[in-house]
C-alpha cells in the first residue's frame, strides 16, 4: 500500500466551525449581511490592535479595495516585489495601474535599498507627488508582501512613503499573527505599519474562511469607505441610491462564522507553525545539499510557510526534488514563478531580479499545515534526506 498523501497545507476545523456556521444556517443569515460578519471583523480587529476592519471576498478584492480608495488610477505606476503570488500585482492591473517589479532581499521580501535608488535615481518629487523623470508617470503606491510570513522592513518603506508621498499598502496576507520585533513598530501586528493593510483567509491561509480577506487600518474613514465600495457602494438601502459605483466584494455571514471560529484558534495555529518548524529545523540540521531558510523576523514571525532551500541554485535538480517527493506522495512546490517574466508582466519595468532568480531556483515549500503529524513530519525528512544520497547533483 502507498503512503497516504502529505498535503502542503489543509484547513484545521476543530474548534467552534461547524457550530457558528450551523448557526448561521439555522437562523437563515447565510449572505452579505448577519452578526457574524461584524464579530470577525471587531475580534480581528481587537486582535491587531487596529480601529477598524472590513471583511470582504478574497485578499485579492481587499488589496483592490484598498489601491482604489488610495487613488491609485489609470497609468500610474505601483511599486511590487517580483517574488509574490500573482493577486498582487493583479490587483494593480484592475486600476489599469502598472508594476514596477523589484528584486527581494536575503529573506525573501521587497529589497527596500533597491526601492531607494529607484525613487532617489529616476524619480523627483513634484507637488505632493512623485514623478518617475522618464515616463512622466506618477508613482502612487507600494505594496509590499510578508512573504512566508517573513516581515518586510516596513520601518524604511514608510519613510520612504512619507518622503516621496506613496500609499503603502501592507500585503499581510501570509502573515497573521505576525508582530513586529524591532524599530517604530516593535510589538504591532503585521498588516498595522502601513497605510492599509491586507489579510486572506484563502484555504491554504493560517486561518480560512474557504475564501475571504480583510482590509485593517488605523484609518476609519478609509476602511469606512472600502466598506461601502465593497457593497456596491449603496447610500439607501431602501430606494438604491448610488453616489459612486462599486463592487460585490462584501464577505458572507456563512464564511465570517467560519472565520470567527478559526480567529479563536488562531493562537494554536501559531503554536504548531513554530513547534513544526523548529522540529524540521532540528532534523534536517544534518542535511548537507540544503536547509530549512530561517526567518528573518525569528520567533514574531507567524511561520506560515516553510522554505527548503538548495545550497547551491539549481531549477533542475529543484524540479527532480519535487519529482522524488511527489513519487513519495509528498506535496513540494517550488516559490511563485517570478511575476517579471509572467507573460502579462514582461512589458512592465523590472529592476535586476537576481537575488529573486536564485532564490526561486533554490527553494521547494514543503509541507506545513497546523494538521501536520510528528510522523508525517518525520516522513518528509526522511525523503529529503534520502535525495541527497540518491541525487548527487
Ligand atoms: C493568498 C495571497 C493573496 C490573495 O488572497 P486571496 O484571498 O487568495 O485572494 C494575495 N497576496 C499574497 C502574497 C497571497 O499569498
Known sequence: MPDELICLSTPNFRGNEKKYVDEAVETEWVSTAGSFISRFEERMAARLSVKQACACQSGTAGLHLCLRHFGVSAGDLVLVPTLTFIATVNAVMYQAAEPVFFDCDSHMCIDVDQVEAYLERECRPEGGR???IASGRTVKAAVPVHVFGDHCDMDRLMDLAERYHLAVIEDATESLGGVFARGRYAGRA???????????????????TGGGGMVVSDDVSAVEHMR??????????VYFVHEEWGYNYRMTNLQAALGLAQLEELDGFLESKRRNYARYRERLAGCDYGELLPFGSGENSN???YSFALREPDGARRDRLIQYLSARNIQARPIWKLNHTQTPFRKYRAMDCGRAQRFYDRVVNIPCGTNLTEEQLDRVCRALLAFGEEDRG
Not at 503585521?190 to 480560512?208: D, E, M, P, R, Y
Open 228 to 237: 461601502y465600495l465593497s457593497q456596491q457602494a449603496k447610500d439607501d438601502p
Open 130 to 132: 512623485t514623478v518617475e
Open 303 to 305: 511561520h506560515w510557510f
Open 190 to 208: 503585521t498588516g498595522t505599519a502601513g497605510h492599509a493593510g491586507v489579510l486572506s483567509f484563502n484555504g491554504n491561509k493560517i486561518i480560512t
